[in-house]
């Protein structure tokens, strides 16, 4: 229906309207791309372009609070490798569990809690 009706309004009305419809809002340019891209170039296959940021090519250790989904028949295990998916990214990485006591003291867990929350350190 907005197709019928816009098709006659310059692309700046348009755009006002209907906000930017996909193909319209990037333009990236390439100055060394291969000619078999040019050649085989499909455009209902989309192409995702990503880098890494300055700060995201560094190796650190993260923390982080979880508690073991219900419905997941089995107990985590630590140093067992888990695949996390974190917004595009997955990484495989080998957790500690641990626990907070009371007087702020990390103490390893070898399993995770049945339902509690727990801390872990991946790197």
Not at 2 to 14: H, I, S, T, Y
Request: charged share 25%; proline share 7%; hydrophobic share 35%.
């Amino acid at each position: 229906m907005n197709r019928q009706e816009f098709e006659d309004v310059d692309d700046v009305v348009r755009v006002q309207y209907e906000g930017f419809r996909p193909g319209m809002y990037i333009r990236v340019e390439i100055p060394a791309l291969p000619c078999e891209f040019v050649t085989n170039f499909d455009p209902h296959y989309p192409i995702i372009l990503g880098g890494l940021g300055p700060s995201e090519g560094n190796v650190g250790y993260l923390q982080m609070r979880l508690k073991k989904h219900r419905w997941h028949n089995r107990i985590l295990k630590t140093r067992d490798p888990l695949i996390l998916s974190l917004g595009w990214r997955r990484f495989q990485t080998i957790p500690l569990y641990y626990i907070e006591d009371h007087n702020g003291r990390h103490r390893l867990l070898k399993y995770t809690p049945e339902h509690m929350h727990c801390g872990a350190t991946i790197w």
